[in-house]
Each structure stands twice: as structure tokens, then as C-alpha cells.
T-cell receptor, first 110, second 114 residues
Framework: SQTIHQWPATLVQPVGSPLSLECTVE??????LYWYRQAAGRGLQLLFY??????ISSEVPQNLSASRPQDRQFILSSKKLLLSDSGFYLC?????????FGPGTRLLVL | DQQVKQNSPSLSVQEGRISILNCDYT??????FLWYKKYPAEGPTFLIS???IKDKNEDGRFTVFLNKSAKHLSLHIVPSQPGDSAVYFC?????????????WGLGTSLAVNP
């Protein structure tokens, strides 16, 4: 069966510091991968998606970037965090119609 | 412009009764619809889906109804249980090149009272 891992679960970072969130998927090959953010009390905002290694599509202009160095690894990064980057970050995978989510990372930028 | 709308931010239901969560969409290109359930501080969990060629799909206590002419779908939970208390997201899917994107509603918070 497929599983998806995200770490860390919680992160507190100062403004201006770098960020690296990692997501890995097991049990499937060549999945589509997604990064979402959920701000407090809001819906899910798609940040990036990837249909293959090295292929990244950005949905919204922002302070973040994504990379897919391996088939089942998706990384969300920032060089300098802003206060507005605080939120709940979710990674998801799909091979067909439904998307399946990881446990999420709660990021607090102070 | 919100293409998928969940107009009720919250809903409160008595245990054992039916919960009905509603979702409206504007894009006629959507051909697949999904419902997700989300607990606080967890990722959304896929619940049930429906293709645009159907008008009903049932899975245990969960049934999704699709009315294409009205661009409306609903999720029925019967009987409702306290463990169903969560935020429910409606999502719609349309093909975008080699990928399928999900367009999400803002969610409805369901509280099932014992």
C-alpha cells in the first residue's frame, strides 16, 4: 500500500531564515506530487505540483520554491521566510483522480 | 473567483440524524468530484467521489449526489456519528494538460452532537 511522509511535523522559524520541508511517497511509481498550504481558517491553496522528476509548476507567485530531485521526493523551500509564510503545509500524491495527503507540517514564522 | 463554493461554513447535527453538506460549482468542464474529511492538524482524507456521468454514488453511510444541470453536489451522511465531526471539503477536477488539478471549496465544519 502507498504511504506518504512529511517532516517535520511542526516547525518554528524566525523571519528571514531558510526553510526546507520534505515529502516522500512509498508504494507507487511516477506519482503526481503537490504542495498545498492551508492558512488558519481558510481552504487549501495549491502552491506547486510536479508530474515528474525536475518538473515543477508554480500556481501562485510567492516566496517559496519546490524541487523534485527523485521520483518520490518533493521538497518545499524558501531562502528567507516571511511572517505570511506561516501556515499548515500539506504534501499530496496522485496517480489517477484522487489526491492523497500526508500528515502536514505546521510552520510558524516569528 | 471561487469555482467551487461551499456556502455553509458550519453545520450542527444531532447524532443519528442525517448530515447534508452542499457544494456548488461554476465550471462545466469539471468531470469528477470528490469529498474529503479533515481533522485539525491532519491532512485531508479522501472520502468518496463521483464521476460527472453519474448522479449518485454510495459508500456505507456516505452518499454523494450530483445534479449537473444545477451544478450542485451534496454529501449525505446517515446516520451521523460524533466521530464525523470534522471539516469537509468539496473538490472538483478537470484535466489540465497531462495533469489533473483539484479545485477546492473552503470547507464546511460539521459538528455532530451526542
Amino acid at each position: 500500500s502507498q504511504t506518504i511522509h512529511q517532516w517535520p511535523a511542526t516547525l518554528v522559524q524566525p523571519v528571514g531564515s531558510p526553510l526546507s520541508l520534505e515529502c516522500t511517497v512509498e508504494g507507487t511509481s511516477n506519482p503526481n506530487l503537490y504542495w498545498y498550504r492551508q492558512a488558519a481558517g481558510r481552504g487549501l491553496q495549491l502552491l506547486f505540483y510536479s508530474v515528474g522528476i525536475g518538473q515543477i509548476s508554480s500556481e501562485v507567485p510567492q516566496n517559496l520554491s519546490a524541487s523534485r530531485p527523485q521520483d518520490r521526493q518533493f521538497i518545499l523551500s524558501s531562502k528567507k521566510l516571511l511572517l505570511s509564510d506561516s501556515g499548515f503545509y500539506l504534501c499530496a500524491w496522485s496517480t489517477n483522480l484522487a489526491q492523497y495527503f500526508g500528515p502536514g507540517t505546521r510552520l510558524l514564522v516569528l | 473567483d471561487q469555482q467551487v463554493k461551499q456556502n455553509s461554513p458550519s453545520l450542527s447535527v444531532q447524532e443519528g440524524r442525517i448530515s447534508i453538506l452542499n457544494c456548488d460549482y461554476t465550471n462545466s468542464m469539471f468531470d469528477y468530484f470528490l469529498w474529503y474529511k479533515k481533522y485539525p492538524a491532519e491532512g485531508p482524507t479522501f472520502l468518496i467521489s463521483i464521476s460527472s456521468i453519474k448522479d449518485k454514488n454510495e459508500d456505507g453511510r456516505f452518499t454523494v449526489f450530483l445534479n449537473k444541470s444545477a451544478k450542485h453536489l451534496s454529501l449525505h451522511i446517515v446516520p451521523s456519528q460524533p466521530g464525523d465531526s470534522a471539516v469537509y471539503f468539496c473538490a472538483a477536477s478537470a484535466r489540465a494538460g497531462n495533469n489533473r488539478k483539484l479545485i477546492w471549496g473552503l470547507g464546511t465544519s460539521l459538528a455532530v452532537n451526542p
